[in-house]
């Protein structure tokens, strides 16, 4: 069976937390409210909020590789 990665809420509130703290105190914990200001790959997934979502799904897609020999389905004996 296939496993499926949701975001759930739980997910979007830490984002909406870490944007709200941003604001509040002026800093840019994770690169939530801008991209850094030296060069960064980020520059290479456009502009914000989509490189928030590029992120995400190129870490989702790193994280499925890096653990796909361990969650595949393994053939079971005869």
Not at 9 to 19: M, P, T
């Amino acid at each position: 069976m296939a496993r499926v990665l949701v975001l759930g809420g739980r997910d979007c509130r830490v984002g909406v937390a870490a944007l709200a703290f941003n604001s509040w105190t002026g800093t840019n914990y994770g690169f939530v409210n801008r991209k850094p200001d030296n060069p960064s790959l980020l520059n290479l997934m456009g502009g914000w909020p989509w490189y928030l979502a590029v992120a995400a799904v190129v870490g989702m897609v790193a994280w499925a590789l890096l653990t796909w020999p361990w969650t595949r389905a393994r053939p079971t004996p005869p």
